[in-house]
């Protein structure tokens, strides 16, 4: 930069001073909504007791 004794037809602008980074305005923190657990209907229900296709596997696993 030219000093301004030297006559420069542009005027010397001053340095844009940094813009300051505006604070975030803290904002009362929003209660976060407990997300309810989706109720995950069984497709079918699981029968307690084995099935009759699960007793004949277990019975040729234990001929094994």
Known sequence: ???PSAGSDRPI???RPIRPIRPIPIRPIRP????RPIPIRPIRPIPL???P????IF???LKI
């Open 59 to 61: 019975a040729e696993e």
């Open 32 to 35: 976060i909504r407990p997300i």
């Open 1 to 3: 930069m030219c000093p």
């Open 53 to 56: 296709k699960n007793n004949i």
């Open 13 to 15: 602008r001053p340095i």
């Open 49 to 51: 007791h084995p099935s």
